[in-house]
């Protein structure tokens, strides 16, 4: 059986192609992604408009590239998987509705993918995939929740944040500091020449008994200490960018503890966009050997948004009986859509 997954949530257009039989992990044949990254710098952020204007110019191109890739023809294909939700509306749109046309087009089945599945699945075709149960980390731009996986399809939320993402904060404070966009790759960048102890910066929730997170409160605090220090030499800002980091990294790495400690598992995955932080993964992989936990990521070109992810996380439902693909090529989108309801 395969399988081309359609990735257009937010500003990246991944399609991949997937094989999989009834048993054993999909293999991936394909994939190929374009980055709006270069489209979006001259405004800061990702601008909607634009980005699901260039996701109608990218897909059907890099499907012809997948298919090319991987020696096969359209006609191969025996499922189109697309995500349907969460992310930007008409982003979302745009992959479905190709998805489904193309679908239509070939007369095969059609199946709409959760966006945080495909991230919390993504490691399983890296080269240490996980066993189920774990517990998942998933950290993104838009994202920060903590899940228990039994398996596919059995998700039990453990906690989340309850305004900004992990991925925002560094973002956000990267912008204050009158960095590049994206923001946080560039904060985690100039974090290296800084000094992490510099700045007293709080831990929002660190000490909250529970497993849910907020940052909002880091990134006020990042404002008022640039307020602070006024005109902002190039060293105190990589201080800055340090302290930050490294208040961020703290927290996901006690609450990723607590989840570990609170479920009895010895085995976690990060998923997502901050999964490819250096920080956090020396940090996160120590605190974890010291309780004979093992740690799981995805390979670091599938940490952001992708195709591949979405055909896997199709492939591994079928292949349990977890989901019925269309015939009906009529289409709806989910922008909000709760994980642990998938």
Sequence with gaps: MKILGIESSCDETGVALVEADTTGTPRLLAQA?????????????????????????????????????????????????????????????????????????????????????????????????????????????????????????????????????????????????????PGGPALARLAEFGDASTFALP???????NLDFSFAGLKTAVRTQLMKLGNVCDQDRAHLAASTQQAIVDVLVRKSVAALEATGLKRIVVAGGVGANTQLREQLNAACKRRGARVHY????????NGAMIALAAAMRLQRGRAQPQADFSFSVAPRWDLAAA
């Design 33 to 181: 992604l374009y980055s709006q990254i270069d489209m979006h710098q001259a405004y800061g952020g990702v601008v909607p408009e634009l980005a699901s204007r260039d996701h109608i110019r990218r897909v059907l191109p890099l499907t012809r590239q997948v298919m090319a890739e991987a020696g096969a023809a359209l006609t191969d294909i025996d499922v189109v998987a697309y995500t349907r939700g969460p992310g930007l509306a008409g982003a979302l749109l745009v992959g479905a509705g190709v998805a489904c046309a193309l679908a239509a087009a070939l007369g095969r089945p059609v199946l709409g993918v959760h966006h945080l599945e495909g991230h919390l699945l993504s490691p399983f075709i890296s080269a240490d995939p996980p066993k189920f149960p774990f517990v998942a980390l998933l950290v993104s731009g838009g994202h920060t929740q903590l899940m228990h996986v039994r398996d596919v399809g059995e998700y039990e939320l453990l906690g989340e944040t309850i305004d900004d993402a992990a991925g925002e904060a560094f973002d956000k404070s990267a912008k204050l500091m009158g960095l590049g966009y």
């Design 298 to 305: 995805p390979e670091l070109a599938l940490c952001t948004d």
């Design 203 to 209: 831990r929002p929730l660190l000490h909250s008994g």
